[in-house]
């Protein structure tokens, strides 16, 4: 079965504490994708990775980094939290092209 | 820039009747997908539409594809309440990207 695990369902944060959110994924995909939810707002792309070392800036990267040292393993990183990133992220996989496979989600909240 | 605009962003509908949901989008594109969302939880695939004139049902629900149009529908047959969540379009830019409608939430009530 597919599968996409995100390491925490649930974060709480103070502004400018550093946060780490992982993805792993186990179907060998080659993309990555790490993607914001806000209310009204649908999804939007904050970045992903098309192979390991590799990443591209997807429509809000401003506040974001990433890192893929492991074709499982997408971390977005935001170096110093601000209440505006208090979101729902959402990681996602696909095999080249087409289908997104996606994680639980990570809530965070940013005090 | 490609644009995805789904219609209604909210539906409320009873147990039994008929409804669609439109997801239009501003520039060419030949595949799209459609998600549902359960509250508080992730996007589930439903539906892969990847050429013009594509039809897919399952159990209640039926997408196509119209590419000349731009435009998705889902139809949604005979509400029942275990249909209630929030549904994305997304369509495929051909460059691994998706970009994501706003979301229809649907609220079916006996």
């Known amino acids: 079965d597919v599968k996409v695990t995100q390491s925490s369902r649930y974060l709480v944060k103070r502004t400018g504490e550093k946060v780490f959110l992982e993805c792993v994924q186990d179907?060998?995909?080659?993309?990555m994708f790490w993607y914001r939810q806000d209310p009204g707002l649908g999804l939007r792309l904050i970045y992903f990775?098309?192979?390991?070392?590799?990443?591209e800036k997807g429509d809000i990267p401003e506040g974001y980094s990433v890192s893929r040292e492991k074709k499982e393993r997408f971390s977005l990183i935001l170096e110093s939290a601000s209440t505006n990133q208090t979101s729902m992220y959402l990681c996602?996989?696909?095999?080249?092209?087409?289908?997104?496979?996606f994680g639980e989600g990570s809530r965070l909240t940013v005090l | 820039e490609l644009k995805v605009e789904q219609n209604p962003l909210f539906l409320s509908m009873q147990e039994g009747k008929n409804y669609t949901i439109y997801c239009n989008y501003s520039?060419?594109?030949?595949?799209l997908y459609w998600y549902r969302q359960d509250p508080g939880k992730s996007l589930e695939s439903l539906f892969v539409?990847?050429?013009?004139?594509a039809v897919k049902q399952e159990g209640r629900l039926m997408a196509s594809l119209d590419t000349k149009a731009r435009l998705s529908t889902l139809h949604i047959t005979a509400a029942v309440h275990d249909l209630s969540a929030t549904y994305f379009c997304?369509?495929?830019?051909?460059?691994?990207?998706?970009?994501f409608g706003t979301g229809t939430r649907l609220q079916v009530f006996p």
């Open positions: 997304a369509v495929d830019q051909h460059t691994d990207k998706l970009i």
């Open positions: 539409l990847l050429s013009n004139g």
């Open positions: 990775s098309y192979d390991v070392k590799m990443k």
């Open positions: 179907m060998d995909h080659e993309n």
């Open positions: 996602a996989s696909n095999l080249n092209t087409g289908e997104l496979f």
């Open positions: 520039t060419t594109s030949d595949r």
